[in-house]
């Protein structure tokens, strides 16, 4: 296959998988779970992403994410809080698994191991930007997000912060990394072998 066919191929590949990823953002199945704060919700738009990544290499995994980004914006309701926190998210996300994917060159459970921890890593840091974020520059009062977390956490002003942070982001990002893994786990490789077959048989012809 011609240099140019590799480049319109990857860059076909990378608009699917944008928007996939903005299809499960917008419209996929979101839920949320009685012992997280409500405004914390589980969807699988990382999950195109995270395949990008496996697929295409990290460069292309954040191009998706900026993507992504750019066209989300527009489309704001939080003031621009909520498409920062995902992009800086996401941005953690690949350089963590990035980073196990060179230390351990054949993708084995280290390198999710390494998606786990950097995945928590990514909510801890996104959230230190959103949770100020959407308080000053958002608007939104504190006690109204003291109000949306979980009546057994007992948060109050004075302690819903680290209880944000220790009692829901860190289980929230923890659960949320192994339901994308568990599904990218079993795939990831043979979607990288249908990949890279797409144009052989005309390069063959």
Excluded at 77 to 95: P, Q
Excluded at 116 to 140: E, Q, R
Excluded at 146 to 164: E, R
Aim: charged fraction near 10%; include cysteine.
């Amino acid at each position: 296959m011609s240099k140019n066919l590799l480049i319109i191929k990857r860059m076909v590949m990378i608009s699917i998988l944008t928007a996939l990823s903005l299809v499960l953002y917008i419209v996929g199945p979101k839920f949320s779970l009685p012992f997280f704060p409500s405004f914390l919700e589980i969807n699988f738009s990382m999950l195109p992403i995270f395949i990008g990544l496996f697929m295409l290499g990290p460069v292309d995994a954040l191009g998706i994410v900026l993507l992504r980004f750019l066209i989300k914006l527009p489309f704001t309701s939080t003031v621009y809080v909520g498409e920062i926190t995902d992009f800086i998210l996401g941005a953690i996300i690949i350089g963590g698994t990035y980073l196990g994917m060179r230390l351990f060159k054949n993708k084995n459970i280290f390198t999710f191991l390494f998606a786990f921890v950097f995945w928590i890593i990514g909510g801890l840091v996104s959230n230190l930007f959103a949770l100020p974020g959407y308080i000053h520059i958002a608007g939104f009062p504190e006690e109204a997000i003291v109000k949306l977390m979980p009546s057994f956490l007992h948060a109050t002003l004075d302690n819903y912060i680290w209880k944000y942070f220790i009692l829901a982001v860190i289980p929230f990002n923890a659960l949320i990394s192994m339901c994308v893994i568990a599904v990218t786990w079993p795939v990831h490789a043979r979607l990288k072998v249908l990949y890279n077959r797409i144009g052989q048989k005309n390069n063959n012809d």
